[in-house]
């Protein structure tokens, strides 16, 4: 085919090359992780939802009935559901991973989140799950999350480490009205205002992020070492990976951020990080639902490189080279 032109397929099959460090790359076990914890700004009332809906989600994942669970069987992607501090007692399952740090965050318009020794438990386990996953055979990583109240984890954090006015964070979420977005806004602002002056990325998530945040960054960093291609979710994925970034700017190089969600936000931190979404859907679940969606780009890419025929392997340029010298000799 002439260069260039299957477009945004070649730069996925061009990095995954570079990522695997391999000619013939391939997707092979794929595996979204999907971290699940609670938030004490959700006390403030900045989600449409009560906190005991993540608690919920978790068991309708574990039941394999919820959306991320359709969209990963459809793309034949396993999927983990780790508890990284839901504020409920979770029933004991098979496909549950136990990885608590507490039982959610404190609320942060009071104080930190968490303490730096929950923040650094976090990061570990996250880097730890994926050591689990990339020995199982597993080079393609999708990141998800699922908590109440993280949309203002998320905006906080963008707002700090992209420079950008909290304003322009701040979305519905779960699907506040005007109202409730407003009320949301001003929560925001006040905590952002009484917090002391915050100047490393690892400050900042334990200030305002969550559990299920800090874990996803961990993770990430560990993923890129391990030179695994990584899938990055929503908005609220995006936060933990601006994190990530701040502290490794290497870390997008090995990843695909594969949608561009709703939420306002999320368009402003990926031109922060410079980079685009594969798919612009108008999604806005979060769950690692646009990591199950992107993964068969990242396949299809991959087969095309090892799939298809060159121009010498399908004798087009010679034919064409023979029709050239044909047109000479009638000239």
């Keep these: 085919m002439p260069a260039g032109s299957l477009g945004v397929i070649e730069d996925i099959a061009r990095r995954l ?19 699940a914890a609670d938030h004490g700004i959700a006390a403030e009332g900045v989600s449409a939802y009560p906190q005991s809906v993540t608690a919920s989600m978790v068991t309708n994942f574990l039941r394999g009935g919820a959306a991320i669970n359709v ?17 409920a007692k979770l029933a004991s399952h ?20 968490m303490s730096k020794a929950q923040l650094e438990t976090a990061m570990l386990h996250g880097r730890t799950l994926v050591n689990e ?3 199982q055979g597993c080079n393609t990583i999708g990141f998800g999350e699922m908590g109440i109240a993280n949309s203002s984890a998320a ?13 322009q964070c701040v979305g519905p979420g779960t699907g506040l009205d005007d109202r409730g977005l407003q009320h949301k806004i001003a929560v925001l602002e006040t905590a952002m205002a009484r917090a002391p002056k915050l100047s490393k ?23 890129s070492e391990l030179r695994m291609a990584q899938l990055v979710d929503g908005y609220c994925s995006t936060a933990a990976f601006l994190v990530a970034h701040a502290i490794d700017p290497h870390l997008v190089d090995y990843s695909f951020f594969s949608h561009l969600s709703a939420e306002p936000g999320h368009a402003l931190a990926l031109e ?20 199950a969606v992107a993964l068969p780009l990242l396949r299809m890419a991959t087969a095309l490189v090892r799939e298809m025929a060159t121009f010498d ?4 340029a010679k034919v064409s080279r023979a029709a050239k010298d044909a047109g000479s000799q009638q000239d």
């Design 17 to 35: 090359a570079f990522i695997h460090n391999t000619l013939k790359p391939e997707v092979l076990r794929p595996t979204i992780i999907v971290f």
């Design 71 to 87: 969209l990963a069987r459809q793309s034949q992607a396993e999927l983990l559901v780790v508890d990284a501090g839901v504020n």
């Design 94 to 113: 098979s496909g549950l991973i136990s990885a608590r740090v507490g039982s959610g965050t404190q609320n942060f318009l009071h104080g930190p989140a």
């Design 133 to 135: 996953v990339y020995e």
């Design 155 to 167: 905006a906080v954090i963008m707002s700090q480490l992209c420079g950008v006015p909290l304003r």
């Design 201 to 223: 990325p690892e400050d900042v998530i334990a200030y305002f992020g969550g559990f299920e945040l800090a874990m996803m960054c961990g993770a990430m960093l560990r993923a």
């Design 272 to 291: 922060h990080l410079g980079v685009k979404a594969l798919l612009q859907l108008s999604m806005r679940l979060g769950e690692g639902t646009g990591c």
């Design 313 to 316: 392997e399908a004798q087009i």
